[in-house]
């Protein structure tokens, strides 16, 4: 069934148009804005619901003229990433409302979270790759801004430098990845498309993926491609070695975190692999194995997923653990969509849900703990199960579907990514099967976190913890709502299937795909994947009595030198701020002259350019020829005027003061002036004249400003000064030269003497010519008015800019 | 800079004398623009050299003072504020003109709207100059008028203050 077009069309716009009235709306209801902010979230979430079950492309006329249109696609893996938005959009909203209690800048927050959830619906509803990467990096300024909240703060604006830096420079690889798919588009279906689905006459390129890979393969562009793109979902879902951002991303309120750096936004890069993952995996029952696209990505989900769960153990921050297992668990998605069996993608897209529902839930639980007890420190944190008991409650309940414990919701898709890991270990054999080792190794650390941050709510009190608050209706509802979703699709894990990760499998899978169960409550057949499962629990309750250990143990790895991606970021951060600084010394030299010759350097330069480029030969007039018409036209009159005006040259070149130097220009000025009378030009004539007075007079109003002689000549400043001058005249001369060469049709002018006077015969009132004897006015007013229209803005801009930069210089900040 | 004191006599004459007739042959060339040499950009920049010589032959106080009527000598409430709303206005003016020809055109000529000049008007039977042609364009040349008029004379004002 097709999807509506005008409520997909209501769901992208209507965030945006929330964020827009919201500073009007923070000025009316204060820091309720935080439901009108929900409430936008929740019409969101009814719409994209509305559309259950529909699948296709909508086009949305936008410039019939030109072409353009809005492409929107949905499918079950447009439709889960919207759910996600819109549905813990409305929790975050609501929670925002007892967080954000007497916090500042709260209209910029709404505002911007608004902004996100549009930009984030945008990457899941877009057709094609344009437009996905345009809402793509808007989902990075808007993070950028979010996490930057703080704006005081040193911490927040590193942090925000950091995670903008590293998301926007991986989206711009992602851009050259799709630049290149959509070049390798001509070859493959004969026109150069950037539509991800078709509509209409354009091709899809995922509906016609074998051509395109077949095409990508024999022009050795298929690894390329798949890493560009690959850099750039992992620089967003914080894969090794890009996940350095997102820890520090902690930064940002809370619910930031729970919404954008776990929930949704770090979702995108996944979500990016999943949307691409039937354009390179090859369809078919007995595919183990996609070019290229396979050794990246499990490789790249693996080692994320084992790294970042160690970094979790060595954490001491909750939110940092949480942040750490973030990264882990987008690992496990990546490297679920990485593997070409079936259950690879099923593992990615249960996934996704599932990790949406107990991370999103924890990280409320976070803020709920560090609002409350009033640390974020896991050594001085335990036994808070007397103070929060519904917290401890929605805790348990996601902190052992995150540690993959049967019969919770992170079980079944963990299940599944071992299931995938193994039929793959087992197809190739050999080394292959460090697959499903590094799977499990990785599982163990993740269980390790898991009880770790569970322990915070149990054991003993320790003396040292103050009195903590029970929270607010509006920060315990969200989470419990999240709890209760894990709840949900523990007890009923098919239906959730059934109902959202099903039709999102089917949508990252190549060809027809069917959907897919799993054991309900545990697997009760042996198989290699449930002693997997089982290994993974028991080695990781064995080494739990250790966990101080191992979290010292990593901890002290983690400083030695240079094996942090940090410290590569911050080295090479440092090295830019010091590079940058060098370049005002040259560019910035606060000299006008500097300014000004580079400025007509670069036009000479880019005029030449053009010239040369263009291939322009330069008419050179014939001999004296030319000269005898000016003498014929003009005759003694105008040689006499020719030789005043070049007198008057060389004397501003000789002249030794300002007031000769002024005096003298103007002598040409008034010279060219009475050339126009002569060469019949009157209003040009006119105009020369006046300006040429003005001129003069403004002169003569600075003149007592500067000093009165020029002073001697350094020949160091004189000879650049000279080849300066020497360029411009030479470029001015050939334009001149070039352009009065070019014959303009004459249509144009006998179109203006004909339409231009007033009509022989005519009554009281004209509409249908310029009514005008003076052409050259008609032009200006009437034919070419826009063009008028265009210099007079120019000439108020002038006067605008010296307003401002000469008058108002000294009205800045700090007067 | 110069003051009330340190200009001659004859350059005082002979502005006195000078400015009114530049001044009409502006008004004079913007409104026979349409037909004979001349314009709104040429009036405008005449209009300027006017005020300038006023400007530097009896200073800056004097210009203010007698012929603006502005008494207060803040940034922008004094002259430059009305040099400002000039351009302002002009450019306005040249803008609603354009406008008002497509609105025209659209409602009344069916879409035609290739000229400014929707319109011109004659007036016969005028004494002395027997017929006078109005186009409408003379307010797009107007609006161009005042921009150049307000521009310039803001940055002769700023420039000068300094």
Redesign the interface.
Known sequence: MQPEPAVLLAVLALPFVGAAVTPLVYRVLGERTAYFAAAVATACLALVLSQHGTHGTVSVEWIPQLGVNLVLYLDGLAFLVALLASGVGILVFTYSGGYMHGEPGQAKYYTTLLVFMGAMLGVALAADLVALFVFWELTSVSSFVLIGHYQRETSSLYASRKSMLITVSGGLFMLVGFLVLASASTDALGTSTFALFGYGDVPGLVENADAVRSTLTEQGLLLPVVALVGLGAATKSAQVPFHIWLPNAMEAPTPVSAFLHSATMVKAGVYLVGRFRPLFVPGGEDVYFAEAWLPVFVVLGLLTMTVAAMLAVSATDIKELLAYSTASHLGLIVAGFGFAVSYGGEAGAFHILNHASFKAALFLVAGIVAHEAGTRNIAELSGLRDDLPITTIIATVACLSMAGIPPFNGFFSKELLFEAAWETGAHFGGLWFLVPAIAVFGSIFTFLYSIRFLSLFYGDRPEGLGEVHSPPLAMLAPAAVLGLAVVAISLRPNLAIELVAGDAYAAVAPGEAHSFTVPWPIPLEPSPYALMSLATILFGAAAYPFYDRLHGAIARARTVPYTSPNAYYDGGLAALERTSALVPGYVQTRMFRTYAASTMLAVCALALGGYLVAGVTVPVPEGLSSLTVLGLVGGVPLAVVLLVALFGAAAVGIADSHVAGVLTLSILGFMVAIFYVLASA??LA??QL??E??VL??F???L??LPAWYGSLDVREAVPDAVVAGVVGVTVTLTVLVTTSAQPSQNIASFFVERAP?PEE?G???????????I???I???FR??D??GE??V??M??LA??TL???RNRGEDV | MSTDTDTTVIARTVVRVVVPVILLTAVALLLQGHNLPGGGFIAGVLTVTAFALVYIVFGREFLQRELLHVDDDGFLGGSIGEYGRTFTFGLALAASSGLAAIVVGELFAGGRYEFITQGVWFVYHVPVYHEIEIPTALFFDLGVYFVVVGALLTILAVVGRE
Do not use: Q, R, Y
Request: no cysteine; glycine share 10%; proline share 4%.
């Open positions: 009157p209003d006119l105009t006046v300006i007075t003005l007079l403004i003569l109003l600075v007592d400003k007033v005519h009281p009132v004209l509409v249908d010519s310029g009514g005008g004897g003076n050259v006015n008609v200006l007013v009437d008015a826009f008028t229209l007079i803005t000439v108020a002038a006067a010296v307003l000469v008058g108002m």
